[in-house]
Nanobody
Framework: QVRLVESGGGLVQAGGSLRLSCAASGSIVSANTMNWYRQAPGKQRELVATITAVGSTNYADAVKGRFTISRDNAKNTVYLQMNSLKPEDTAVYYC??????????WGQGTQVTVSS
């Protein structure tokens, strides 16, 4: 059973930073593309950042230059470093992966609130 557990969310003032973590069960982080999504109240869930098994990264335009996705294979953990946070970054942030032959898996989410 694949399990993803996010942590690191909280309340921060605009301009501040947070680092989110996604701890995965098993050795899936090194072998699969890992994603961070977010969902703000009343809005659709959107893709924020991606890191592939070979380390390629991609970001939504809204977070480019401010957010950095990374992973620690030894700890089976993916991170999202968020700097220069804005009130519009307020959302529940989710970790997701898709494993061929097994399907997609989501974490439970972690709330990020940015005050102005």
């Amino acid at each position: 059973q694949v399990r993803l557990v996010e942590s690191g969310g909280g309340l921060v003032q605009a301009g501040g930073s947070l680092r989110l973590s996604c701890a995965a069960s098993g050795s899936i982080v090194s072998a699969n593309t890992m994603n961070w999504y977010r969902q703000a109240p009343g809005k659709q869930r959107e893709l924020v950042a991606t890191i592939t098994a070979v380390g390629s990264t991609n970001y939504a335009d809204a977070v480019k230059g401010r957010f950095t996705i990374s992973r620690d294979n030894a700890k089976n953990t993916v991170y999202l470093q968020m700097n220069s946070l804005k009130p519009e970054d307020t959302a529940v942030y989710y970790c997701k992966t898709f494993i061929a032959g097994r399907g997609g898996y989501w974490g439970q989410g972690t709330q990020v609130t940015v005050s102005s």
